[in-house]
């Protein structure tokens, strides 16, 4: 007796002290992960709905001129900002509009850090390629919109060394936090959307994973935005190479559904959507008459995009990811591909062509009995017809506030916006446009080094 | 030999005497629990004779020439001795009861979990609360019977919900040592820590809780010691002590919640706020939102008319009527009930020459106000221990507990203030019952227009009536819970032991929620998923009840082995000491899932497709998944450590004690070697009063002790790495499975260490009625677990790392008198702590103020959760606008005030935590009767009250009575710091009205927790069989006697509704 339980005492000691290290390696949740796998990763670009698919700053849409807020839905608003914002005052923006879309881009830095330590099998070489490909789109992405609404635009031919964004790259929390010039970001996040464009496979087996055609379809964005209209074409094109299809309104749309535009239709390139946060809403946003009288009455989108609600305003209802509320879808689809392609042509004066390429969109928002076919008489003429068609086809998809500006800088033309609030007019002439950019939230100042707007 | 003379002793007198002179006899038993005690000295001074009890406690004395009168005397350890005047001449019989010791005397054990110590010995800071201290109380939740009990806990209630089954209140030892990891003590049961719910603990179980609170008593606990140990020893049975049973039974009956002590608005105040946000427009977006949120009928009375479907006098008359309504008097009559508890337990143990053996049988039921809300608990405890030799023990701890709750389902709440409308609170004037005498429809999730537009193309009912919902099924849990412990203890040389303990738990909670076809949840969602056109009708939710199933499985095991040596060499060398190692493995793990088209008592069930969106009603939007709920979780903590403990004593009176430890834990993605913690601790103690120098008639003991040393805390599931996890439910938009991040890179992550340095004195004064304990402590914490703010930039706006330090002191005064005069005795208890605990060190915080950093109370060199707020200048005459200050000009810049004032101009108030908790409690005996009260008290701290917020109270309905109060004309700004209504609502205002300093109060607050009156008594009647009985009744919750504040605010149940008065009567019977 005696000497079993000294002997089982020692046995107990001793197994305790051996195997202290594997019985300590055990997880302390199943759920935890280091990021070792494919799996792993992928699973961080799947973060949809929290993180990667819904994080565009809403900012430019809310500085822009698409919707209205009548007075009691201003007053009725919860939050100081956004109140203020509305009148474009200097004013910080809420926190959200800045970290959704850092979040995301530290998800995609966390899938480019880790890919590189993972030995991917030989079946799984092109998928590892495509995980790069999509933190590589995801992140310029943000990094895209959040230039237009916190930095100067962009001027072709110029210097670009005023302020840009931060460039991440890391997912550490180490890097050194410093604002880049707007060449640098621009030229950080062509980088990244080049790489992707070759890295990405032609179907991405999912609309909210970005295809090889999504990233040339951003890439004719950025370059409709810095001018550069031959690339815009060039890419316009690469992009309806790989993914042509429009939907025909008149057979496949039923305009007046809840909300007739189904999600993943065949010219989602890829889903990204502007988070509204705390401001912009379906529910509160009034669609002015200008814009609405904007559309022929044959013209389908009409009756698919907007309802009038019992007072006679104009309530949008088209959003193309079949969602009511704050998130309105702002990925590159098909119709927009046409439309860059049209813009890149006219403005190199390739006028036909350009035409071609808006009436061919048009067609299939037209009943087959109402479409005619559209003519241009000159060059500005053709410009005009681009112009309103951009808008009857792209409202509220996160492009107007870049529009404006662009065609203030390309056109030199006189836009002006207007809000009415507390019986006061807020005028921004094209100047104020040029110049209006939105404070970084205060939260990021004070706990940061980076430097503030103005 | 010794037994031959007991022989001549018993024998003797009725062979020998008995015919000659007087008999006097009798039983001596212990006059709490009744149990007869054996070997007693009972003499008669005068007549110099004397005898010892026999087992049954029995005596006989035979008088050869008596004395008149003579004394007749009573002595046993343990026991007050008893002596009394007796007059002899004819035979007598003499039940006597002999009072137990005080217990807080030197020779009481102490148990550590690790070892029984005598308290003599003991160097450090270690309370007691004993069985009778448990018993005062009566109800089934432990936390509740031990509350005030020890000094230095504070025990927090503010998370009191008078809707659910109550939750266990928070409980802090001397001040909080940790920021984000856990701050509750660690519950030792029967050796090792109790995994698992609180609840399932009986208090009935219990034998004494001992409380270690310095390092040099709670460091033998290493790293799970930070924020002390509640050490809990349940009843066992002891060597050779014939069968005892207890059986007790008590009843617990409760008033309904006290609705009305809630603060709100009045209907009147709430309809003249809706009347004129309606002429605001304030209403017009949700009035014209095509999915028809639901208005409130005030906002359909304005809408009719302003239509010209009424005519003003009309709506006037209407809203005469709904002013007159409070919805609370609905609920108090249709909803709540009175809250029944009662326990009934019954414990049988003894011993023989080798076993002991202890059986607990508890049974707790517990119907709660909401008439579903109920709670069924049966606990059987069985220990007993075997000596087949006399140096080895073996000894087994079997302890099962079944619970089962039934509550409402959590998606169909009908408490007061659970029953939202749309998100918002209730409003004032609704009703549960309508004119005609049916239940009421609310309409909470859709507008009455809705309804009535829609509920034809569907074929489910779609309006919610609440009184219906009463019915409901419910959601039911059940819960087995087995704790099983083998203890084999072997003296291989004498003094010196070998001790293995192990531990085995299991605990399986099975919670099922079943939404019938009829309940408003199943016809709601069915409705949402039918998709009707003019052609057709499609019905992508079946048919039948919704099952929604949540198991939830706890195991784990402890190993323990322990080499131990207790002896004395020479006379004067005294050694106490431990060595030993300890694995210790919990898992947790449970899954989760829905199944649609079920009927409960038939198992059919339907299978539904998740994986594509369904076309849903129309007016509702497009398309969407069905819920489907699946999920599963599973953690596990594993824990190895080493474990030392010596304890060396001179003379009896000089005591020196060393504890050395190291832990390690699975903590993720860290260095093996960061994973270990070493952590040690010494202690002192003098016992003064052992000294031949001490001489004084006024203290019989005194003892100084000093002690310092590291004790720790851990949360293994903070990991270092950059760390993904699998969120447990599936994307939203697209039902992908998805990670998300749950940390970056911290390689430098490591334990948080408590350092704890303790002087204290206890004596004991008047011939052991008055004993006094008095504890001086410094208490560092260190490397705590912060949320450490940095840029968002990074993604994340905040980390956790080892980033703050907190500094506390205090001390802890425990003063208990027992004073026994005749026939009357009085026992009175003073429990009672004070903390002072300053954040020394937070890693980058703001520089500046933000409403975030005044809520979160985080001011470096401040106290731990100091209450801030901003300066108030009153109220501006012209508008009744706050004004506060920029500098020292009072301004009403707001934003500039809430983003602007520099740390510095802040008003500091103090803790808003109670540095003191105090208890006070007094027991007056008479003979077999006794009455007690208690009064609870928490001191030196302050708190925000309540008041209006005119955002809340528009975008909210939550509306505070101070409205009634508020500014509304030039001069109100006098006689009130009520700001006047606004609109549009300046956050901002309302932010720094909130914060400001008007709204803070003191939190000192007095209360009379309970009074008692018992009848006990020493029963002997064969018969019967009773030994001792116990009549008792209790009134609880009695509230609060003092508040600092003048306005009588409960600064615990500000923001709700507190606990309501309860009656208890019960019975206890001994065998």
């Not at chain 2, 749950?742 to 008047?766: G, I």
Request: glycine share 6%; proline share 4%; net charge negative.
């Amino acid at each position: 007796m005696k000497k079993t339980l000294i002997s089982l005492f020692f046995v107990t000691i001793v197994f305790v002290v051996s195997s202290c290290n594997d019985y300590l390696d055990k997880k302390p949740d199943d759920s935890f992960a280091l990021p070792q796998t494919l799996d792993d990763l992928e699973g961080l670009l799947n973060s949809s709905d929290l993180t990667m698919n819904f994080a565009t700053v809403a900012l430019g849409e809310i500085a822009s001129d698409s919707y209205y807020l009548d007075e009691a839905a201003w007053r009725a608003m919860p939050n100081e900002s956004d109140r203020t914002i509305y009148t474009w005052q200097p004013y910080s923006p809420e926190l959200a509009h800045w970290t959704l879309p850092y979040q995301a881009i530290l998800y995609a830095n966390a899938v480019l850090e880790y890919l590189p330590g993972i030995a991917a099998a030989e079946n799984e070489v092109h998928r590892a390629e495509r995980l790069r490909g999509s933190a590589l789109f995801f992140r310029a992405h943000q990094l895209f919109n959040l230039l237009h609404v916190f930095s100067k635009p962009y001027l072709p031919g110029g210097e670009n060394a005023q302020m840009g964004v931060v460039l991440r790259s890391k997912a550490s929390l180490n890097e050194e936090l410093k604002r880049s010039s707007v060449e640098e970001s621009y030229d950080f996040l062509i980088r990244d959307l080049m790489e992707a464009s070759q890295l990405l496979p032609e179907a991405s087996g999912h609309a909210t994973q970005p295809s090889k055609a999504a990233a040339y379809g951003e890439l004719a964005r950025v370059f409709l935005v810095r001018g550069d209209m031959a690339s815009a074409k060039e890419y316009a094109d690469s992009a309806l190479f790989l993914q042509s299809d429009l939907m025909d309104y008149q057979n496949e749309i039923d305009p007046s559904a809840t909300l007739p535009i189904p999600r993943w239709n065949k010219e989602v390139l890829v889903d990204l959507s502007l988070n509204g946060h705390t401001f912009l809403n379906t529910t509160r946003i009034r669609v002015p008459l200008k814009e609405y009288n904007n559309y022929e009455s044959t013209d389908i989108r009409k009756q698919a995009f907007f309802t009038e609600n019992a007072n006679g305003e104009i309530i949008f209802k088209g959003n193309y990811n079949a969602r009511n509320g704050n998130r309105f879808f702002c990925g590159p689809t098909t119709g927009e591909m046409y439309l860059i392609r049209a813009e890149a042509n006219i403005r190199r004066n390739l006028l036909s062509d350009g035409l071609k390429d808006i009436n061919y969109l048009r067609q299939h928002r037209f009943r087959e009995d109402d479409f005619v076919s559209l003519d241009f008489d000159d060059k500005e003429h053709a410009l005009a017809i681009l112009k309103a068609e951009r808008r009857r086809e792209l409202i509220f998809r996160g492009v107007r506030w870049s529009d404006i500006k662009r065609y203030i800088i390309l056109d030199e033309t006189e836009e002006s916006m207007e809000r009415l609030i507390d019986g006061k007019v807020y005028k921004m002439t094209a100047e104020d446009i040029i110049d209006y950019i939105y404070k970084l939230p205060d939260a990021v100042v004070d706990s940061g080094n980076l430097i503030q707007n103005y | 030999m010794r037994t031959f003379i007991l022989c001549i002793l018993f024998v003797l007198p009725y062979t020998v005497f008995s015919q000659e002179g007087v008999v006097f006899s009798g039983t001596i038993r212990d006059a709490e629990t009744g149990i007869a005690i054996q070997g007693a000295v009972v003499s008669l001074r005068k007549s110099n004779i004397s005898a010892l009890t026999n087992p049954e406690g029995r005596y006989r004395l035979l008088i050869k020439r008596s004395n008149a009168n003579d004394t007749l005397s009573v002595r046993n350890i343990g026991y007050e001795p008893l002596s009394q005047r007796v007059s002899l001449g004819i035979d007598r019989h003499f039940e006597i009861n002999l009072e137990r010791k005080n217990t807080i005397l030197e020779e009481v054990e102490i148990n550590t979990g690790y070892q029984t110590q005598k308290r003599r010995s003991s160097t450090g800071s270690v309370e007691l609360i004993s069985k009778e201290d448990l018993d005062y109380g009566a109800g089934a939740n432990l936390l509740d019977r031990i509350e005030g009990l020890f000094s230095g806990g504070t025990f927090d209630r503010t998370n009191y919900n008078f809707n659910g089954i109550p939750q266990q209140p928070d409980l802090t030892v001397r001040g909080a040592s940790s920021l984000m990891a856990e701050t509750f003590p660690l519950i030792v049961v029967d050796n090792f820590p109790f995994e698992g719910s609180l609840d399932d603990i009986n208090p009935d179980d219990i034998e004494n809780i001992t409380i270690l609170k310095d390092a040099a008593a709670s460091s033998i606990w290493g790293v799970k010691a930070g924020n002390g140990v509640l050490v809990i020893t349940t009843k066992k049975g002891k060597l050779n002590q014939p069968l005892t049973i207890d059986v007790g039974t008590n009843l617990i009956l409760g008033a309904k919640p006290d609705l009305f002590s809630e603060q709100i608005v009045s209907a009147a105040d709430f309809i003249e706020m809706e009347t004129f946000l309606f002429d605001k427009g304030f209403y017009t977006n949700q009035i014209n939102d095509s999915r028809k949120p639901p208005l409130s009928p005030v906002i359909h009375l304005l809408l009719q008319h302003e239509r010209n479907e009424i005519d003003r006098a009309e709506m006037e008359k209407q809203f005469g009527v709904l002013r007159n309504r409070d919805v609370r008097n609905d609920f108090l009559k249709h909803v709540y009930r009175n809250p029944v508890e009662s326990n009934t337990t019954f414990n049988m143990r003894g011993g023989g020459d080798k076993t002991t053996y202890s059986f607990t049988l508890g049974y707790n039921s517990n119907l709660y106000n909401m008439p579903m809300n109920a709670r069924k608990r049966l606990t059987a405890r069985y220990n007993q221990s075997y000596r087949p030799i006399d140096k080895l023990s073996i000894s087994t701890d079997l302890a099962y507990t079944y619970l089962t709750t039934s509550q409402y389902n959590s998606s169909n709440m009908i408490g007061y203030n659970q029953m939202l409308v749309n998100g918002k609170k209730l409003y004032p004037y609704a009703q549960l019952h309508d004119a005609l005498g049916g239940n009421a429809i609310l309409y909470k999730d859709y507008d009455k227009s809705f309804i009535d537009d829609n509920e034809s193309k569907v074929t489910r009912d779609w309006s919610f009536r609440p009184l219906d919902e009463m019915n409901n099924h419910g959601s039911k849990l059940q819960r087995d819970q087995i704790v099983a412990g083998l203890n084999l203890d072997y003296e291989f040389v004498q003094g010196v032991r070998v001790s293995i303990n192990s531990q085995f738990n299991r605990a399986i909670s099975e919670s099922s929620s079943y939404y019938e076809e009829e309940s408003y949840f199943t016809r709601n969602l069915f409705n949402r998923f039918t998709y009707v056109s003019d052609s057709e009708i499609e019905h992508n939710i079946p048919k039948g009840g919704i099952m929604d199933k949540d198991n939830t499985k706890l195991w784990g095991y402890a190993l323990r082995s322990q080499l131990s040596a207790n002896r004395m060499f020479g006379d004067r060398h005294s050694f106490d000491g431990l060595l030993g190692a300890e694995v210790r493995e919990v898992n947790n793990s449970g899954d989760q899932r829905r199944n649609y088209g079920v009927y409960e008592d038939r198992n059919i069930y339907e299978l539904v497709d998740f994986t594509a969106t369904k076309r849903i009603f129309p007016v509702l939007g497009n398309r969407a998944f069905i819920p489907n709920r699946i999920g599963f979780s599973r953690t596990s903590n594993r824990f190895v450590s080493f474990y030392s403990n010596f304890n060396y004593g001179l003379d009896e009176r000089y005591y020196l004690s060393l504890s050395v430890r190291n832990d390690a834990s699975n903590i993720f993605g860290v260095d093996m070697k960061n994973k270990w913690s070493p952590l040690w601790s010494v202690g002192g103690a003098w016992e003064v009063s052992r000294e031949p120098f001490f001489k004084s008639n006024l203290v019989d003991y005194f003892k100084l002790r000093a002690s310092f040393g590291y004790s720790g805390n851990v949360d293994s599931q903070i990991p270092a790495e950059l760390v993904l996890q699998r969120v447990s439910y599936l994307d939203f938009y697209t039902n992908l499975p998805f990670n998300s991040i749950v940390s970056l890179q911290n390689p430098e992550l490591s334990w948080e260490k408590v350092r704890t340095f303790n002087v204290a004195a206890d004596w004991r004064m008047l011939n052991n009625q008055l004993a006094v304990t008095i504890d001086y402590y410094r208490k560092k914490s260190m490397d705590l677990l912060g949320s450490a703010i940095v840029d968002p930039t990074l993604g994340v706006s905040a980390v956790t790392m080892n980033s703050a330090q907190l500094m506390g002191q205090g001390l802890d005064l425990s003063i208990s008198a027992n004073v026994r005069r005749g026939e009357w005795g009085w026992n009175g208890t003073l429990r009672a702590g004070y903390n002072k605990t300053i954040l020394d060190k937070y890693f980058a915080r703001p520089q500046t103020v933000t409403s975030n950093a005044i809520n979160a109370a985080d001011f470096v060199g401040k106290e731990h959760k100091v209450l801030t707020s901003l300066k108030w200048h009153g109220l501006t005459e012209d508008s009744g606008a706050p004004v506060g200050y920029i500098g020292e000009e009072p301004s009403t810049a707001y934003l500039d005030i809430l983003r602007n004032t520099p740390l510095d101009e802040l008003v500091y108030h103090g803790s808003s935590i109670p540095r003191t908790s105090l208890l006070l409690r007094n027991i007056l005996k008479y003979k077999s009767w006794e009455v007690g009260f208690t009064f609870s008290g928490q001191f030196f701290y302050f708190f925000r009250r309540n008041s209006i917020d005119y955002g809340q109270f528009f975008n909210r309905w939550e509306g505070h009575a101070d409205f009634a109060d508020r500014w509304q004309q030039p001069g109100d700004e006098k006689t009130t710091s009520i700001p006047a209504f606004n609109y549009p609502v300046d956050t901002n205002r309302e932010g720094f009205y909130g914060l400001s300093e008007i709204l803070v109060r003191r939190g000192d607050h007095l209360r009379l927790q309970d009074i008692r009156a018992a009848y006990r008594t020493a029963i002997n009647n064969r018969k019967m069989g009773a030994r001792n009985i116990e009549l008792f009744m209790m009134a609880s919750n009695l509230g609060l006697v003092w508040t600092k504040n003048a306005e009588r605010i409960d600064p615990v149940y500000d923001s709700g509704i507190g606990p309501s008065t309860t009656i208890t009567g019960g019975l206890k019977v001994g065998f």
